[in-house]
């Protein structure tokens, strides 16, 4: 595998984790500093000719500009956004936005079921419903790295197809309605910018592994 492909991989899984980890839990201060404030996604450790991604870097260039309010306004976000016990105007769960006759049963179960086919498990998944965004992106990571540490050509082809399978079904069939609600319902320009970011993660990594 050429190195400029695993440093781009690379590359999208650190905007995976930072976009997880936003949506996993309430904002810390240690993240936004990390990421926000001392400028780190000002410059995307990617770039991409995609125009939903453009928009997204465009986004959190402007984001958190009052340093003095930021950390305030991204947890009423996020409370509004994601949190149960808040209004949940943009629930972080495939189950949420799947239709009905997909999920017959435990509303995990079909995604639970690919990680299982991989032995996986998070800790995080003990409070954590499998269908959780930040579940299934983190799953996603675990998949790249995986795919970024083979060097034999038939192996590398199916982990390519997993991947795309694991995202055409698990994350693109639904995060364009989320995002949506995201773009509705988000205060903050960086949430704005979040929702955007996974979806065109979610392009870009599809379109990488469908052209190799």
């Keep these: 595998m050429k190195e400029t492909l695993k440093n781009l991989l690379k590359g999208y899984n ?7 980890s936003m949506i996993m839990s309430e904002p810390t201060e240690e993240c936004v500093i990390d990421f926000l404030t001392n400028g780190t996604l000002r410059k995307l ?4 000719s995609n125009p939903r991604f453009i928009e997204a870097a465009a986004l959190l260039r402007d984001s958190c500009t009052d340093n003095k309010n930021c950390m305030e306004m991204l947890k009423e976000d996020y409370f509004r956004l994601f949190s149960a016990a808040g209004l949940h105007l943009a629930p972080a769960y495939e189950s949420a936005y799947a239709k009905n006759d997909y999920y017959s049963g435990n509303p995990s179960e079909k995604v ?27 799953f996603l990571t675990r998949l790249i ?39 509705e319902n ?16 979610m392009e870009d990594i599809s379109n990488i592994f469908f052209k190799n």
């Design 14 to 20: 650190m905007l995976l984790y930072f976009a997880g």
């Design 45 to 48: 450790p990617v770039s991409s």
């Design 186 to 201: 988000a205060h903050t320009v960086c949430y704005k910018g979040i929702g955007t970011l996974i979806y065109a993660c």
């Design 112 to 138: 639970t079921g690919f990680y299982k086919a991989y032995g996986w498990d998070s800790r995080s998944r003990v409070k954590t419903a499998d269908d959780h965004l930040g579940i299934e992106l983190l």
């Design 145 to 183: 790295d995986k795919y970024s540490q083979l060097d034999d050509d038939p192996c590398c082809r199916e982990m390519e197809k997993e991947i795309q399978r694991f995202i055409g079904k698990h994350l693109l069939s639904w995060i364009p309605e989320w995002n949506y609600d995201i773009q």
